[in-house]
Each structure stands twice: as C-alpha cells, then as structure tokens.
C-alpha cells in the first residue's frame, strides 16, 4: 500500500514541476520570458488551464504527503527514555541503569564510602 503512494506521490511530484514550467512567467525576472506572444503556450486559456491544473496537482500532491506520514506512523510504537531498558551489555564501573535501583537517590545513598582503587595500568605524571 504504501509503495503505491509512493509511486503516486512521485508522478505527481513530476507532473507538478512540469506544469509549473510550463506556466508563462509573469513577473520580470531577469527580462527573460516576457517577449512577444508568438509561443505556443501564450494564450490566456492554456493559462487558465495550467493555473487550475498546478492548483490540482498541488492539493494532490499535499494528500499524498499526508496519507504517507499516516501511513509512517502506523508501525512506530511509544517509547520512552525515562523508563527504558539497558539494551547495551553492562560495562564494569558503569552506573546501574535507574529504572532497577529505585531512583538515583537510592544509588547514591548505597555508594562505597571509600574512594575506588587506582586503575592499573601506566599512569600520566602530576605536578605538586
């Protein structure tokens, strides 16, 4: 269903940019299009058509966007950051995620009153 939309979506999308330059320009941008009414285009009814034609293919081309963003939000479930899960694997020295240990005051009233060990390793030399 909705590679159709989108199919759809896409031939508007063309047909639109194609009507809208095919329109005669009507303001004076650059002195380029305002020559003489020799074109094929240039009669006010081929006018009327494509203006009534853009209109169309707009307001098409806005409810297919609508119907695809439905359509998006369809499949897509509630999440939520506050109570989430950590889906990660548990790193060493890592803080407990805050959902199990009953908030972070609980956490921190259980924390070791003694410093942690140095780690192992070389160490970067500090100035006194």
Do not use: Y
């Amino acid at each position: 269903m909705q590679h159709v939309i989108i199919v759809i979506h896409l031939m508007l999308v063309l047909a639109l940019i194609g009507a809208v330059l095919l329109q005669r320009s009507e303001g004076g941008g650059l002195g380029i299009g305002s020559g003489g009414g020799s074109g094929f285009m240039s009669s006010r009814g081929t006018a009327n058509v494509l203006t009534r034609a853009t209109a169309i293919l707009a307001g098409l081309f806005f409810a297919t966007s609508l119907i695809l963003s439905i359509l998006a939000g369809f499949n897509r479930k509630p999440t939520s950051i506050i109570q989430g899960t950590q889906s990660g694997p548990v790193v060493p020295g890592a803080p407990a995620p805050l959902g199990d240990g009953g908030g972070l005051l609980k956490q921190l009233q259980g924390a070791p009153a003694t410093p942690p060990a140095p780690p192992s390793g070389p160490q970067v030399p500090q100035s006194k």
